[in-house]
Nanobody
């Protein structure tokens, strides 16, 4: 399975950005809708941290405290894509953002996921 993130870039503090995570390369008989998705981020010199997650059917989501009320995770299984809508961005949101997928597990640690994308950089300036 390949995951490709897109939508990163430069954004002014207080602004918004929507990231996409598009999946492909499923084994025969497997679908995107069978995979739980997690979003993570890593800033230079800092540990990777969990941002948000969404269950395979989209019926459950989870957020880290530092993004609650500002970020929204969603998915469209018809187009094999998950999204991270980021509003009210702050400079401290500057990081490389990664999505990860797993058919069998779901959690706030990257090791819970089987697949991970290459990341997309979000830089917030003021």
């Amino acid at each position: 399975v390949q995951l490709v993130e897109s939508g990163g870039g430069l954004v002014q503090a207080g602004g918004s950005r929507r990231l996409s995570c598009t999946a492909s390369g499923f084994r025969r008989g497997r679908t995107f809708g069978e995979h739980n998705i997690g979003w993570f981020r890593q800033a230079p010199g800092k540990e990777r941290e969990f941002v948000a997650g969404i269950r395979r059917t989209g019926d459950r989501t989870i957020y880290s405290d530092f993004v609650k009320g500002r970020f929204t995770v969603s998915r469209d299984n018809n187009v094999n894509t998950a999204y991270l809508q980021m509003n009210s961005l702050k400079r401290e949101d500057t990081a490389a953002y990664y999505c990860a997928a797993s058919r069998t597990s779901w959690g706030q640690e990257m090791y819970a996921y089987d697949y991970r994308g290459q990341g997309t950089q979000v830089t917030v300036f003021s």
